[in-house]
């Protein structure tokens, strides 16, 4: 359905000083495909490029370099126009601050026609139905339409957003971790419902997180993301079952599951700046497993079964996930 072919999004950041500009390497060579129906889960710490990704597969984001091909066509090769109708109709956004998202002023009502109106979708009755379909199809009851964003709960403000993003029947939604504003309470029904809508609905899903283990088990496939790079993909069992990146490793260790027993790894030294990445592989300043040919260049991609791909030159065998013991890690500081 979508696919980024080696996207990169470069910055110009302030941060240099009055004359000097400063490049932000927000996401460096990303190539991605998501298909039709699949739940994507997109993992990393925070600003790793995440919402860059996003905002890439969105439209909203043109890449600085690279290719986004939606059913085959190239995004930025369409008029504006064509993008708008033909592209932003099919993909819907859910961000992370419901609060910040909906405009405060408009009744729930209006939040969800107008992107029916903008796009004139249908008579004015067809909306007003398209409307109660909507609120009904998020799980809130029908006088939840005749409230403001701020009468409501964060968890059905972020109903509310997840029915924007579904009032023109899009092929795509996007959701830019969208629980992680939320009560701790609502989250699992908030995930829930978007697990729910995509299987009555056949919708994919690109599904964004910090943690690992929230997306593991709803997502089909897995990429992670690290200082801009997706430095391992594939389907979600493989790569949360059997990692081959350590940094995958990594993340699942630091908030492990009951069921297992593996090592703790803790993570030592701070994640690079995304202004001047690390040479070679940007994770090897804190990689227990990085030497000199870490430091040169960025690892060529290598694959194993069921397109199950990253870069690593020390990679987890990844026929034999239980094989190699953690090793504690070395403190390292960045270079
Ligand atoms: N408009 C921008 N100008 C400059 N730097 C940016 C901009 N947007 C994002 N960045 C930088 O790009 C990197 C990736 O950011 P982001 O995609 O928001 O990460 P995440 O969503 O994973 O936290 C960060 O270093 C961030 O500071
Ligand atoms: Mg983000």
């Avoid at 405060?104 to 796009?119: C, K």
């Avoid at 009032?167 to 629980?179: M, R």
């Avoid at 997306?215 to 496939?221: G, S, T």
Wanted: proline share 7%.
């Amino acid at each position: 359905m979508i696919r980024l072919d080696g996207v990169h999004v470069r910055h110009k950041a302030r941060s240099g000083g009055l004359l000097r500009r400063d490049t932000v390497h927000a996401l460096t060579d990303a190539t991605l495909e998501v298909k039709r129906g699949e739940i994507v889960g997109l993992v990393g710490e925070s600003g790793c490029g995440k919402s860059t990704l996003a905002r890439v597969l969105t439209g909203l984001q043109k890449p600085t370099e690279g290719e986004v091909r939606f059913h085959g066509r190239d995004l930025w090769e369409m008029s504006a126009a064509q993008r708008r109708d033909g592209f932003g109709s099919a993909v819907g956004v859910v961000f992370q601050d419901p609060s910040t998202a909906l405009n405060p002023r408009l009744t729930v009502r209006r939040i969800l026609r107008d992107p029916l109106d903008v796009h004139r979708r249908g008579t004015r009755e067809e909306r007003e139905a398209r409307v109660e379909e909507l609120i009904d199809l998020v799980g809130l009851p029908g006088h939840t339409l005749a409230a403001l964003p701020g009468q409501l709960s964060g968890g059905q403000r972020q109903r509310v957003a997840i029915a924007r993003a579904l009032a023109l029947e899009p092929e795509l939604i996007v959701a830019d971790e969208p629980t992680s504003a939320l009560d701790v309470s609502v989250r699992a029904q908030v995930l829930n419902l978007l697990v729910d809508l995509r299987e009555r609905l056949g919708l994919g899903m690109v599904f964004i997180s910090h943690d690992i283990q929230t997306v593991r088990y709803l997502a089909d496939r897995l990429a992670v993301l690290y200082l801009g790079r997706i430095v391992e993909e594939g389907r979600a069992a493989d790569v949360a079952g059997a990692p081959v990146h350590p940094y995958t490793e990594a993340l699942l260790s630091a908030t492990p599951s009951l069921l297992e027993t593996t090592e703790r790894i803790v993570l030592t030294g701070p994640v690079p700046s995304a202004t001047n990445p690390p040479s070679g592989c940007p994770f090897r300043t804190r990689c227990w497993k990085a030497d000199e040919v870490c430091a040169t260049v960025f690892p060529t991609e290598a694959s194993g079964p069921g397109e199950h791909r990253w870069h690593c030159v020390h990679p987890q065998s990844p026929t034999s996930p239980a094989g190699d013991p953690a090793p504690v890690p070395s403190a390292r500081s960045t270079a």
